[in-house]
Nanobody, 123 residues
Framework: QVQVVESGGGLVQAGGSLRLSCAAS????????MGWFRQAPGKEREFVTA????????YSADSVKGRFTISRDNAKNTVYLQMNSLKSEDTAVYYC????????????????WGRGTQVTVSS
């Protein structure tokens, strides 16, 4: 059983940056594909980006390409989401997730989820 805990959310002005972290425990971190999702108020949760076991970026949503970067440090059991040029529409609860299967990361099921961290972008 893998546990993931997000941190780093907060309030930031539009155009600013924020880095989220996700610490994993309870499993062999390097064996998992890791991803970030978000859910804005009144909307369904959506896929943001994912990273493979050895650090290869698998896919990113069009809305964040060129602005958000996912990375991981397997020695620290941590995955990061660097968010730059933030927009008000990026306001959401951001969730970290883990899964075994590196395929179909956008639509396939994810095995483990964190509780989320709130990101609010003020315009």
């Amino acid at each position: 059983q893998v546990q993931v805990v997000e941190s780093g959310g907060g309030l930031v002005q539009a155009g600013g940056s924020l880095r989220l972290s996700c610490a994993a425990s309870g499993g062999t971190f390097s064996r998992y594909t890791m991803g970030w999702f978000r859910q804005a108020p009144g909307k369904e949760r959506e896929f943001v980006t994912a990273i493979g076991r050895s650090g290869g970026r698998l896919y990113s949503a069009d809305s964040v390409k060129g602005r958000f970067t996912i990375s991981r440090d397997n020695a620290k059991n941590t995955v990061y989401l660097q968010m730059n040029s933030l927009k008000s529409e990026d306001t959401a609860v951001y969730y970290c997730a883990a899964r075994w299967d590196p395929s179909n990361v956008q639509t396939g099921p994810w095995d483990y989820w964190g509780r989320g961290t709130q990101v609010t972008v003020s315009s």
